[in-house]
């Protein structure tokens, strides 16, 4: 009866033989490699084929893998750069509205004495969240709300000119009616001629009527429109459109007058909102005091 190792678990020569052949072969290969040289080939082919390679795809693995996080960091930091001039872009423009509006209004007081000009209103830009889902009117909904102290009438324009009028707030979204909208009339003043008229919709988003505009006024293609201030509400001279057509019916009392709208709403993203619903509140003078009609007592 074999009583030894089975030979499953037979494992060949003692692990300190093993031990003491490796270690004599070891000494043997570096004592004829230090006089010979005889590996240095080998190493050489070791390091070419195979250290060198691995060593070139794990630098070019980290290199892509840096390049990745830099594109993406610039892409980023680009994208929101160009938010920001975009927003520079459009409170410059209404800037340059403001600037043209008191220039003409400045021209207009010039001959005349004792009269304030109107004084420069401040804006707060937003941006576009898209159109109400209501076919019939022409609304669109901007990211200021209340929180923003946002109100209702206030004038709302674009990089072009005059764009609606907040007519709904919430807490943070703002709905605007804007000009070509059936509900929204307002006074409007051609300069070239000194004519005050009023506009109206025509079902177009780009295009409103002028009404009751006199046959024989004198209107031509190409005449600006502007705001007349009259409303109270938007600020004198400022662009509403130019007219494009001019319409002169015999025996009909009034011309029919198309105006093409300067603001162009399905092209901007942002929106300038008049931070106030009356630009002339404070030209009003505030009534004095009412004085005590009471007799004064006798002094002794």
Same mark, same amino acid.
């Given at each position: 009866?074999?009583?030894?190792?089975? +030979?499953?678990?037979?494992?060949?020569?003692?692990?300190?033989?093993?031990?003491?052949?490796? &270690?004599?072969? %070891?000494?043997?290969?570096?004592?004829?490699?230090?006089?010979?040289?005889?590996?240095?080939?080998?190493?050489?082919?070791?390091?070419?084929?195979?250290?060198?390679?691995?060593?070139?795809?794990?630098?070019?693995?980290?290199?892509?893998?840096?390049?990745?996080?830099?594109?993406?960091?610039?892409?980023?930091?680009?994208?929101?750069?160009?938010?920001?001039?975009?927003?520079?872009?459009?409170?410059?423009?209404?800037?340059?509205?403001?600037?043209?509006?008191?220039?003409?209004?400045? +021209?207009?007081?010039?001959?005349?004495?004792?009269?304030?000009?109107?004084?420069?209103?401040?804006?707060?830009?937003?941006?576009?969240?898209?159109?109400? +889902?209501?076919?019939?009117?022409?609304?669109?909904?901007?990211?200021?709300?209340?929180?923003?102290?946002?109100?209702?009438?206030?004038?709302?324009?674009?990089?072009?000119?005059?764009?609606?009028?907040?007519?709904?707030?919430?807490?943070?979204?703002?709905?605007?009616?804007?000009?070509?909208?059936?509900?929204?009339?307002?006074?409007?003043?051609?300069?070239?001629?000194?004519?005050?008229?009023?506009?109206?919709?025509?079902?177009?988003?780009?295009?409103?009527?002028?009404?009751?505009?006199?046959? &024989?006024?004198?209107?031509?293609?190409?005449?600006?429109?502007?705001? %007349?201030?009259?409303?109270?509400?938007?600020?004198?001279?400022?662009?509403?459109?130019?007219?494009?057509?001019?319409?002169?019916?015999?025996?009909?009392?009034?011309?029919?007058?198309?105006?093409?709208?300067?603001?162009?709403?399905?092209?901007?993203?942002?929106?300038?909102?008049?931070?106030?619903?009356?630009?002339?509140?404070?030209?009003?003078?505030?009534?004095?005091?009412?004085?005590?009609?009471?007799?004064?007592?006798?002094?002794?």
């Amino acid at each position: 009866m074999d009583n030894g190792t089975p +030979a499953l678990f037979r494992q060949g020569l003692p692990a300190g033989m093993r031990l003491a052949i490796f &270690a004599s072969l %070891s000494v043997v290969l570096m004592l004829v490699d230090g006089k010979m040289q005889t590996l240095e080939a080998f190493r050489e082919s070791i390091a070419s084929y195979v250290i060198r390679p691995a060593e070139a795809v794990t630098e070019g693995t980290v290199d892509a893998l840096a390049s990745g996080g830099k594109f993406f960091t610039t892409v980023s930091s680009l994208t929101e750069e160009n938010e920001q001039l975009k927003k520079k872009n459009a409170q410059l423009s209404f800037d340059l509205l403001e600037f043209n509006r008191l220039k003409a209004e400045n +021209a207009q007081l010039q001959s005349m004495a004792g009269v304030r000009s109107s004084v420069h209103i401040s804006s707060l830009v937003g941006v576009i969240q898209g159109e109400t +889902a209501d076919a019939f009117t022409h609304h669109l909904d901007i990211n200021l709300g209340s929180s923003d102290k946002i109100e209702p009438g206030m004038p709302v324009f674009d990089e072009n000119g005059v764009l609606g009028q907040i007519s709904r707030v919430r807490a943070d979204q703002s709905e605007i009616t804007l000009l070509s909208d059936p509900a929204l009339q307002f006074p409007v003043l051609l300069p070239r001629s000194g004519i005050r008229c009023a506009t109206a919709a025509t079902g177009n988003d780009q295009i409103v009527e002028l009404q009751y505009v006199p046959a &024989a006024a004198d209107i031509q293609k190409g005449d600006a429109v502007q705001t %007349s201030g009259l409303d109270r509400v938007f600020p004198p001279h400022m662009p509403v459109g130019t007219v494009v057509s001019v319409e002169k019916v015999p025996g009909d009392a009034f011309a029919h007058v198309t105006v093409k709208l300067s603001a162009v709403p399905s092209v901007g993203r942002y929106v300038m909102v008049g931070l106030v619903k009356d630009p002339y509140a404070g030209d009003t003078p505030k009534p004095d005091a009412p004085q005590s009609s009471a007799p004064k007592e006798d002094e002794p």
